[in-house]
Every structure is written in structure tokens, then in C-alpha cells.
């Protein structure tokens, strides 16, 4: 069990009086943004205090964008501001804060945004389990596998279209040549193994009709087949060998990336656009709304169904 966290002001403060506080945001100051870090300094303290802040306060910094009931034209909205960004500071940075708990949404949003990358818990939770089913596994059942995990990290997988392609192809009734995809795909059905599905997962990362949005998820699996492809050890192992290996290295983080307020804390960007500041039963906390605000340099844009945070 956990040690238990310590009360900053109960026991931090009282340990260890306050001898001052910088009064400086030299991160916005040297941005050329010292209106967004006084109005951020401004807008700290009035979430400590329990306060709520107006979007509207710092309008040539901070963006609100409202959200409807239309959940769809919502999205649309979020890539449309996103790709704004990107069109007029393509040089500049950009963290995407997306729902804490729902990971999918998250993943869905970076599918859509073409350029997004995922940031990926440490613990690769999901990549662990789709490497443990593949773990053992040759010919067909290891290409489903193989197509169930890209169908997590990258975009227009098709799989039972690629599937029928195979049966056709394999029969010799199909009317078009096969693509460097189905010819993989097939390698790897006819009993093939590790080194057949590296290469199936790399061709189809090669299609320019496909686009991988969880980068490190993709890569670690490369690796992680790698490895057991050499015989010294099993793929479930290789896979856990490389998840502590990151760990303890840290994460790179693309200029465009979508994550929660956990895992993109500490990080810094331009640009911040944060997708969903008061959803219904998971709005964020003064803290996790804070963080969110506080990642963005230059910008801030928001969507909420409120210009006042917290409601």
C-alpha cells in the first residue's frame, strides 16, 4: 500500500515556512505572451481560493469554444481550431488534453487529427495485452492478431476487406494484382511467424492510405517482435523487458500530441487546445484544470459548455 500524500499546508508549510513566491511567469515572459502569464498567475490564485475564472478575460490569448449538443460537429470544431494552429505557427508546438479517464477518446481524436500522436501511459497497458495474445502465435491466428493491434494504432485497417482479399488472391480469383500489403498479409497467413509479422506491420505502416497515430505503441511492438523473433525469449517477456526499459527512459513527445492532464504534466508547448474542460460527470478538478491551462506558452483554447470554470 501507498504511503499516504502529505498535506502541503497542514504539514509542508508548517515544516517548512514560505520564504516567498515568484511573481514572474518568465515562461510566458520570454514567449512574448505576459499578458496570459499574469492573467495565468491571476487565475492560480483564484482556484486556490476557490474561485471561478472567466474564459473571456485574456481574449487575445485564451479561446473559448463552446460546446453544443452535437457531439460530431464538436469534433470537427476541435480539428478544425487544432489545424488552425498548425496552418499559422507550423514551427510551433502543441499538447491536446483530452478525457483522464477514457483513453479511446482520446485515441479517436488523433485518428481524426491528422499529425496528432498519442501520449502512452507508462505501463503500455493495452500494447502488453495485444503482445500477450499474439505471444506463441503463428500463421493465421497470429495475422488476426496481428490486424486486431492495428486496428488500435492506425487509421483505415479494413481487415475483413484485407481478409477477402487474401481468400481471393489464394484462389486465384482476384481480378486486380495484389498490393505489397496483401502479398505480406499472405506471407504471414501460410504459416508464418515473428519475422513474417514485422514485416506485414511495417508494410502496412508504408501504406499511404493508412496513418499510424500511436507511434510509440507501434514501435514498441516492432521491438518487441524483434527481440522474440531471435528465439531468446518469448514475446510476452520482450514485451515487458521494453515497457520497464521505457520507463525508466522517459517518453519522447511529438510536437503535436493528445494526452491527459497526467500524462502531459511537467510537458510544455505553444500551444495548448484542452477538448472537454466540463464534461458531465468527469469535469476537471481546479487542480487538473490548472495543469490543463498552464501548458500552452503562446495559446490557449478551450471547449466547455460555460465560459466560467469550474461550473
Known sequence: ????????????????????????????????ADDLGQWLLGAREALSKGLSIDLRSCPNRIFWHPIGADTNATI??????????SRNSPNESILIVGDPIRAGSRHDYASRAAGVSVVEPVDFRDIVNAAENMDGLGGNALLQACIAFLIQVMTNVYGDRLQQR????????????P????????????????????EFLKSMAADRERRIYRHSAFNIMIEALT???????????????LRERNRQA??????????????????????????????????????????????????????????????
Do not use: C
Open 76 to 85: 470537427t470544431e476541435q480539428v478544425r481550431v487544432q489545424f488552425d494552429i
Open 227 to 241: 527481440i522474440a523473433s531471435g528465439g531468446s525469449t518469448d514475446l510476452r517477456s520482450a514485451i515487458a523487458l
Open 1 to 32: 500500500m501507498a504511503d499516504p500524500l502529505a498535506n502541503w499546508h497542514s504539514e509542508v508549510v508548517a515544516a517548512f515556512p514560505e520564504i516567498g513566491r515568484l511573481t514572474t511567469p518568465w515562461r510566458w515572459s520570454n514567449a512574448g
Open 179 to 198: 498490393t505489397p500489403q496483401e502479398l505480406a498479409a499472405i506471407a504471414l497467413f501460410n504459416q508464418g511467424g515473428y519475422p513474417q509479422a514485422i
Open 166 to 177: 487474401i481468400q481471393s488472391i489464394q484462389a486465384d480469383r482476384n481480378r486486380t494484382p
Open 250 to 311: 522517459g517518453r519522447i513527445v511529438p510536437s503535436k500530441a493528445v494526452g491527459s492532464t497526467l500524462l502531459l504534466k511537467g510537458l510544455e508547448a505553444q500551444h495548448v487546445v484542452i477538448l472537454d474542460a466540463d464534461q458531465p460527470g468527469s469535469a476537471m478538478s481546479r487542480q487538473h484544470l490548472y495543469v490543463a491551462l498552464t501548458r500552452g506558452a503562446r495559446s490557449i483554447h478551450i471547449f466547455s459548455r460555460r465560459p466560467t470554470l469550474p461550473g
